[in-house]
């Protein structure tokens, strides 16, 4: 089973945070901190289960996601909007471009274990 988990965030220490707790869960995780980085490994990598960050340099995540939900070999991938904006028309307008899930940062470890349990197993 792939249990390979890309995070896509331009805050390292966040990253850092997510990658230590899900390998200590026996998950994979890779990370890009722009968008354009995310959609190459995404590409490349094949990974069960994407979070990505909505506000980042180069290609923000409203643009990384249409491009991940547009390209057939990345359109099935779930993709989890983790991001500090919590206004309902951030997660409604993630939401029509096909994001599966959205959570607010600050985020607790447990909940994003619990997301990727629930998409990933």
């Known amino acids: 089973m792939n249990k390979k988990v890309l995070v896509i965030d331009d805050e390292f220490d966040f990253v850092d ?30 990974p069960a289960l ?3 960050d909505l506000v980042m340099p180069k290609l923000n ?9 547009t ?15 919590s206004d309902t028309e951030y997660a409604f307008d993630a939401g029509k471009l096909g994001a ?10 447990e909940g994003v274990l619990g997301l990727v349990k629930k998409y990933i197993g």
Request: charged share 25%; net charge neutral; hydrophobic share 45%.
């Open 17 to 46: 945070a997510i990658k230590m707790r899900l390998e200590a869960n026996g998950y994979e995780v890779i990370s890009a901190h722009n968008g354009n980085d995310g959609i190459e490994k995404a590409a490349k990598e094949a």
């Open 50 to 52: 994407i979070f990505l």
């Open 61 to 69: 995540g409203f643009e990384a996601l249409s491009r991940l939900k």
């Open 71 to 85: 390209d057939p070999r990345l359109s099935h991938i779930p993709v989890i909007i983790i991001t500090a904006k």
């Open 100 to 109: 599966d899930d959205y959570i607010i940062k600050p985020v607790s470890m």
